[in-house]
C-alpha cells in the first residue's frame, strides 16, 4: 500500500505557497514602506511650495 495522505491538508498547503507568491507579487508592484510614502509626500510638497514662491506676480495663471 501507499503512504496515506490528508488531502485537506495538502490541499491548503498548496492554496498557502499560492497565497505566498502572489502576495509577494503584489508587495513588489504596489508594495513601498509608511517611510516611503511619508519620504515622497514630504518631496512632493517642497516641490509645491518651491513653485508656488517662484511665481510671476503672485496670483495663479488659471
Do not use: Y
Amino acid at each position: 500500500m501507499g503512504e496515506v495522505v490528508n488531502l485537506k491538508r495538502f490541499r491548503k498547503r498548496l492554496e498557502r505557497k499560492q497565497a505566498t507568491k502572489e502576495a509577494e507579487a503584489n508587495r513588489a508592484r504596489f508594495g513601498r514602506s509608511k517611510s516611503e510614502r511619508a519620504a515622497e509626500e514630504k518631496h512632493k510638497q517642497r516641490t509645491s511650495e518651491l513653485l508656488d514662491q517662484h511665481r510671476l506676480g503672485g496670483e495663479d495663471a488659471s
